[in-house]
């Protein structure tokens, strides 16, 4: 059932556009790829942020997207963890293509036909298109509630659907990387066979190791 709107603080509305110029400022993180974070590749690091944070934020969206009552409350909260979360996910896919250049230069070149590594960076790409949809999604939602309520509810409808995929394919990511470093494509285990440490990281860069982090 409907209900009305409380008018929201005047505090809140001045945030409102501030929140939207980040979610498009992040956008810029598009093409950043970092490969190396204290040492160590930076992808399976970095990728520990939007493994958590997506299922969180996509299961907060649906729950205020189902009912709209608590929008008034935490809304905006959620547009401004969508936003950090979309920003990690960006520079965690980034991470992942450098993590694949670098292995590529490393290691023999059959492990650029992969399947689960490209089904892996596949999986990775959907998540990132799909996180900025929501989170722009998100953002319209903000300013949605001032305007006439079929726009709150296409908009509602579209935040289920995106956040339902975001978090389908974060696990499917996931679970495809983990299978690169752990499963039969990683020999078992992460960088097995890498003598001196993992490729790219100062050790000798022979043996079969994993192109893709957990």
């Known amino acids: 059932m409907a209900s009305a709107s409380v008018p929201a603080p005047a505090g809140q509305r001045r945030l409102e556009p501030i929140v939207a110029i980040a979610a498009v400022v992040c956008l ?19 990728i520990h942020v939007p493994v958590n944070f ?8 649906i729950a205020l997207a189902v009912w709209p009552k608590l929008q008034d409350r935490f809304l905006l909260p959620l ?4 936003v950090a979360t979309m920003a990690a996910t960006l520079l965690a896919v980034g991470a992942g293509e450098a ?8 290691l023999p070149q059959a492990l650029a036909d992969d399947p689960t590594l490209q089904d892996h960076a596949d999986a990775g790409s959907t ?11 998100l953002v319209a939602m ?13 908009l509602r409808v579209l935040t289920v659907l995106l956040a339902a995929t975001a978090i389908f394919f974060v696990i499917r990511t996931g679970h495809l990387g983990a299978k690169l470093a752990w499963g039969p494509e990683g020999g078992g285990g992460p960088f097995p066979g890498v003598q001196g440490g993992p490729p790219g990281t100062g050790g000798s860069g022979q ?4 192109p893709g982090g957990g």
């Open 207 to 210: 043996g079969q190791g994993p």
């Open 28 to 46: 810029a993180l598009w093409p950043v790829e970092i490969h190396t974070a204290f040492g160590l590749p930076a992808h399976p690091l970095i």
């Open 142 to 154: 903000l300013f949605a509630k001032r305007r006439p309520p079929a726009v709150n509810i296409v």
């Open 99 to 106: 993590f694949r250049e670098d292995r590529e230069r490393t």
């Open 127 to 137: 998540v990132r298109i799909t996180m900025v949809l929501l989170t722009l999604m």
């Open 79 to 82: 547009t401004i963890f969508s």
């Open 54 to 61: 997506v299922p969180l934020l996509g299961l907060a969206a």
